[in-house]
């Protein structure tokens, strides 16, 4: 084939692609994406299945829900692609046929509430078909990926997204992409529902601010880092309280907002509230690295690398700002740009303050000394 009609065929290819994603139902596409999120909601469990390549799909499809769309604080997918017991599967095909394989397996699990999604490309495959109709009897939830003219899936689930091409390929292509983008919308939506959570503890926590919380908040999203935290002096001076994490979207828990940690325990603080001056850590170098136990308490272990940035109300040092990168140190380690840019947001932030307040180790922002 010449060159020219070689790049033409690519180009018709990427076309057709296109086409059909501009026609992909963005409100099927969201039902979906609800059923899945209301049988988390449920703990109720999720069947997929498919031939071919659209039991590759399947199997891709349970591990982005199983693992892609984990968010700490809620729980997570109970998924199982009917495709992998690849014993079990044979075992079926061979002693009561290849149109059983899957209806055979959901026959001992599926309850009423779970949800059981058909992928085939032709709409017509006998085990997926058979799957889905013992799936409904039980009172099950059916969705379907078709492609083709939808053949008789698209008719038999409550739900169907069908990708009307007559090429196989195309039709594989977009079913994964529609697993990929209600994976990651799901997993923008549990985020959603904790970073709202976690809002409105901040609000409720006796030793929390408001404000300190948002600044924690703005930095780790601006910066996208894996965590932000601020902590502030106490009164005497001989100790720090944290006043502001975070919501951690790849590691456990958030530190525990009010809690005191002596100046004592955290040299490297202690250093930049009596230095004024930013610190750059890197955990895998010697010279950067600071003590573990310094990091656990006040960002959370497992960091690589990160920065201690002053926090500065009414021209003095009141606290630290700490900001803590996830990633290897040699795969984004947390960079001096990174650095440069979160001192801008913290001297953004601390011309709001007109005093601080040290009884209550609050700020008081420019509207409310207004008001007062």
């Not at 985020?191 to 908040?217: F, K, N, P, S, Y």
Request: with cysteine.
């Amino acid at each position: 084939m010449a060159g020219g009609a070689m790049i033409d065929s690519i180009s018709q290819y990427l076309v057709e692609v296109q086409r059909l994603l501009d026609l992909a139902s963005r409100s099927e596409i969201a039902r979906v994406i609800e059923i899945l999120l209301e049988a988390n909601r449920a703990r109720c469990r999720v069947f997929i299945m498919g031939n071919g390549g659209s039991a590759a799909t399947a199997s891709h499809f349970a591990c982005d829900l199983g693992k892609g769309a984990i968010v700490p604080g809620q729980p997570r997918f109970q998924v199982i692609a009917l495709t992998d017991n690849v014993p079990l599967m044979t075992a079926w095909a061979n002693d009561t046929g290849y149109e059983n394989i899957f209806a055979q397996q959901l026959a001992g699990l599926v309850q009423a509430g779970d949800v059981v999604i058909g992928i085939s490309g032709s709409g017509n495959s006998a085990n997926v078909l058979n799957a889905i109709r013992l799936a409904r009897v039980r009172g099950a939830v059916t969705v379907g990926l078709a492609g083709f003219d939808g053949g008789r899936l698209k008719g038999l689930v409550d739900v169907c997204l069908h990708v009307p091409s007559f090429c196989m390929e195309q039709v594989e292509d977009l079913h994964l992409v529609l697993a990929h983008l209600m994976c990651t919308r799901i997993r923008r939506v549990l985020r959603d529902i904790v970073d709202a959570q976690w809002a409105l503890a901040w609000e409720m926590a006796e030793g929390g601010d408001r404000t300190i919380q948002t600044l924690a908040e703005r930095l780790a999203r601006t910066l996208r880092v894996t965590i932000a935290s601020a902590v502030t002096l106490d009164e005497a001076g001989a100790a720090v309280v944290i006043r502001g994490v975070s919501p951690i979207h790849s590691l456990g828990s958030p530190l525990r907002v009010g809690r005191r940690i002596l100046l004592d325990d955290a040299p490297a603080h202690r250093r930049v509230i009596q230095e004024g001056q930013a610190l750059l850590f890197r955990q895998h170098e010697r010279a950067l690295a600071i003590l573990p136990s310094e990091l656990e308490m006040t960002l959370t272990s497992g960091l690589k690398s990160g920065a201690l940035l002053p926090l500065k109300a009414a021209d003095e040092v009141v606290g630290v700002v700490g900001l803590g990168e996830r990633r290897a140190w040699d795969r984004s380690p947390f960079t001096e740009e990174q650095l440069q840019r979160g001192l801008a947001l913290v001297a953004e932030w601390a011309p709001t303050v007109t005093e601080w307040d040290a009884t209550a180790h609050r700020p008081v922002l420019t509207e409310q000394r207004a008001r007062s």
